[in-house]
């Protein structure tokens, strides 16, 4: 059964530095997600892709953020310069319509 | 605002019990879904209710949904052991369009004692 993978499954990073967290969404899904959940806390909500552009994000998703499709099979969340909060699970989930199928996610720490 | 809380915020039954978990939402929904996540690990799409439907089967799942109430449930009957799980509802709201975001509750914590 096709699932959604993501890489690295973990990372750390020093505070300031520019992390790239990549996932691949099951194929012939027409939408994609992130979202993240800190430890203990909520899942919440990043940002949705639709054809190719961003169709919402949240207030997390500032400039610090960005995501691209690079090559019509990876899905890309890029945080520029990252923060201690930004210490989190990070999961990508894609969607042919509903229902939202998650990957296993990244767990980053930055230090 | 907190769409999606869930109750009890831990529960811990005996193997062979029925467990049941409820959440309540906030705004109007266009579906709801149930998810369950284990320790530290993805989450995994368990069940999806439209909101116009009442009632959803799967296997040992049971999922109710009364719009009246902003209300769900989730029931797992005959649980095992394997049970054990936090377990997320997660509604995707009317105004949603194309856009679909899932608004998280904070879970339940199942453990299902052998």
Same mark, same amino acid.
């Given at each position: 059964?096709?699932?959604?993978?993501?890489?690295?499954?973990?990372?750390?990073?020093?505070?300031?530095?520019?992390? *790239?967290?990549?996932?691949?969404?099951?194929?012939?899904?027409?939408?994609?997600?992130?979202?993240?959940?800190?430890?203990?806390?909520?899942?919440?909500?990043?940002?949705?892709?639709?054809?190719?552009?961003?169709?919402?994000?949240?207030?997390?998703?500032?400039?610090?953020?960005?995501?691209?499709?690079?090559?019509?099979?990876?899905?890309?969340?890029? *945080?520029?310069?990252?923060?201690?909060?930004?210490?989190?699970?990070?999961?990508?989930?894609?969607?042919?319509?509903?229902?939202?199928?998650?990957?296993?996610?990244?767990?980053?720490?930055?230090? | 605002?907190?769409?999606?809380?869930?109750?009890?915020?831990?529960?811990?039954?005996?193997?062979?019990?029925?467990?049941?978990?409820?959440?309540?939402?906030?705004?109007?929904?266009?579906?709801?879904?149930?998810?369950?996540?284990?320790?530290?690990?993805?989450?995994?799409?368990?069940?999806?209710?439209?909101?116009?439907?009442?009632?959803?089967?799967?296997?040992?799942?049971?999922?109710?949904?009364?719009?009246?109430?902003?209300?769900?449930?989730?029931?797992?009957?005959?649980?095992?052991?394997?049970?054990?799980?936090?377990?997320?509802?997660?509604?995707?709201?009317?105004?949603?369009?194309?856009?679909?975001?899932?608004?998280?509750?904070?879970?339940?914590?199942?453990?299902?004692?052998?």
């Amino acid at each position: 059964e096709p699932e959604v993978t993501q890489t690295p499954s973990h990372q750390v990073t020093q505070m300031g530095q520019e992390v *790239i967290l990549r996932c691949v969404p099951i194929s012939n899904h027409l939408y994609f997600y992130w979202y993240r959940q800190i430890l203990g806390q909520k899942v919440e909500f990043l940002v949705s892709f639709y054809n190719n552009e961003i169709s919402e994000k949240s207030e997390i998703f500032d400039d610090q953020f960005s995501v691209e499709r690079p090559d019509g099979s990876n899905f890309t969340l890029k *945080i520029r310069s990252t923060k201690l909060e930004d210490s989190a699970m990070y999961f990508c989930a894609s969607s042919p319509e509903e229902t939202q199928y998650f990957g296993p996610g990244t767990r980053l720490l930055v230090l | 605002s907190q769409q999606g809380e869930e109750d009890p915020q831990a529960l811990s039954i005996q193997e062979g019990e029925n467990a049941t978990m409820n959440c309540s939402y906030k705004t109007s929904i266009n579906n709801l879904q149930w998810y369950r996540q284990n320790s530290g690990r993805g989450l995994v799409h368990l069940i999806l209710i439209r909101s116009n439907e009442r009632e959803k089967h799967s296997g040992r799942l049971r999922v109710t949904l009364d719009t009246s109430k902003k209300s769900s449930s989730l029931l797992i009957t005959a649980s095992r052991a394997a049970d054990t799980a936090s377990y997320f509802c997660a509604t995707v709201s009317v105004s949603a369009g194309n856009n679909r975001k899932l608004i998280w509750g904070l879970g339940t914590s199942l453990a299902v004692n052998p």
